[in-house]
């Protein structure tokens, strides 16, 4: 079974600081993982990705994320956070071997970033 | 490029009414996911389809829910009758045929059963 844990509901941050939003994940075999972001009344964007290769992942908006295989983690940072990424930001996995694609999302982390 | 288009945005109906919601994948793309997003369970996986053909519907909550793909350019879910605890937000998503591929989602349809 698949399973992705966000263990921080809200993550408080000033801005111009750096920002960590913990995941990890719980799948057989190799993972791929995602992040996702979702403002307020939309649906849910696409930041970026861990399909294979370098364990450091950069993707939309300055974000990048570490996959860690060791500590089955994924975690999403950004080295100085903008009040604009204030949104609720979600982890998710897929394994490797499931060819239909399906993605199971952890329960998700409302990032609130103060001027 | 049109997104993934959900209709409608809003619903908001009586309980034990019927609920058709209504989804337009992104073109090309061949697999459609229904997802369910509340405060309490967060997003849960409902359904998904891959060329058109159900693949798991494990997480459709009981029989009141159906989903259809009858070609691949439309999907609807259905809930028939309606109760207050089906009220979420509802969003379909589409992903190509890379199985590294990410989703691509809707902007959903906030659905109210009073």
């Known amino acids: 079974a698949q399973s992705v844990a966000q263990p921080e509901d809200q993550v408080n941050v000033a801005e111009g600081n750096p920002l960590t939003v913990k995941c990890t994940y719980s799948v057989s075999g190799n993972p791929y993982l995602f992040w996702y972001v979702q403002y307020p009344n939309r649906g849910l964007q696409f930041l970026l990705k861990y399909i294979t290769g370098d364990n450091l992942v950069k993707g939309s908006y300055g974000f990048e994320a570490e996959f860690n295989k060791s500590q089955t983690s994924f975690h999403l940072k950004k080295p100085s956070a903008l009040v604009s990424d204030s949104a609720l930001y979600f982890c998710?996995?897929?394994?490797?071997?499931?060819?239909?694609?399906?993605?199971?999302f952890g329960q998700g982390t409302e990032l609130s970033v103060k001027p | 490029d049109a997104g993934v288009i959900q209709s409608p945005r809003h619903e908001v109906t009586e309980m034990g009414q019927e609920v058709t919601l209504r989804c337009k994948p992104i073109s090309g793309h061949n697999s459609l996911f229904w997802y369910r997003q509340t405060m309490m369970r967060g997003l849960e996986l409902l359904i998904y389809f891959n060329n058109n053909v159900p693949i798991d519907d494990s997480g459709m909550p009981e029989d009141r829910f159906s989903a259809k793909m009858p070609n691949a350019s439309f999907s609807t879910l259905k809930i028939q009758p309606s109760e207050p605890r089906d009220s979420a937000v509802y969003f379909c998503?589409?992903?190509?045929?890379?199985?590294?591929?990410?989703?691509?989602f809707g902007e959903g349809s906030r659905l109210t059963v009073l």
């Open positions: 998503a589409s992903k190509g045929s890379s199985n590294t591929g990410e989703l691509f």
């Open positions: 998710a996995v897929r394994a490797v071997y499931n060819q239909g694609g399906k993605l199971i």
